[in-house]
T-cell receptor, first 113, second 112 residues
């Protein structure tokens, strides 16, 4: 059962543009929503994360927007750079014995010159 | 400060064989989780070890088992390997059963 749906599957953005990736979840017990960046041959690396008590979190060029009522959250990458080309995963988890991460299916981002 | 270390990096096994993968958590972390990532897919949770006990388990058969040692390192064992077990196996560590997971680079397992 897929509890976190991610779109689009792939994305091509020009250098300097804005990359937007969307995720939707079903389990209302989730209370932690991270985004991971993965390069080929590497493990996922935490980019930014949000808790449901805030609607937006910004760290540098990366922003998470969170809509609790719609059970949706998104990642915005401002001023996208070729070095941002990677696969991005959204994830969600609960706490304690429910702290396992449930991942989306991933978005392959390509930033062109 | 060393991050999460996994060994080996690559492994080729024959169908029906058994395999053991190893993980050393990041310094200061005491919880280890294992994930399976098939090609082109998101990681899928296998199980989590905390205080040397399996605390959470995903939807994986009993062929998948694990262990955590007193120094917090962990092993993932897979018996009776199937072709479908071919994947990248990721280890993630954290402090307590909390957020802030750090992932290793994974072990690429190929079953032939």
């Amino acid at each position: 059962q897929q509890q976190v749906k991610q779109s689009p599957q792939s994305l091509i953005v020009q250098k300097g543009g804005i990359s937007i990736i969307n995720c939707a979840y079903e389990n209302t017990a989730f209370d932690y929503f991270p985004w991971y960046q993965q390069f080929p041959g590497k493990g996922p690396a935490l980019l930014i994360a949000i808790r449901p008590d805030v609607s937006e979190k910004k760290e540098g060029r990366f922003t998470i927007s969170f809509n609790k009522s719609a059970k949706q959250f998104s990642l915005h990458i401002m001023d996208s750079q070729p070095g941002d080309s990677a696969t991005y995963f959204c994830a969600a988890s609960g706490t304690g014995t429910a702290s396992k991460l449930t991942f989306g299916t991933g978005t392959r981002l390509q930033v062109t010159l | 400060d060393a991050g999460v270390t996994q060994s080996p990096t690559h492994l080729i096994k024959t169908r029906g064989q058994q395999v053991t993968l190893r993980c050393s958590p990041k310094s200061g972390h005491d919880t280890v989780s294992w994930y399976q990532q098939a090609l082109g897919q998101g990681p899928q949770f296998i199980f989590q070890y905390y205080e040397e006990e399996e605390r959470q388990r995903g939807n994986f058969p009993d062929r998948f088992s694990g262990h955590q040692f007193p120094n917090y390192s962990s092993e993932l064992n897979v018996n009776a390997l199937l072709l479908g077990d071919s994947a990248l196996y990721l280890c993630a560590s954290s402090w307590g059963q909390t957020y802030g997971y750090t992932f290793g680079s994974g072990t690429r397992l190929t079953v032939v």
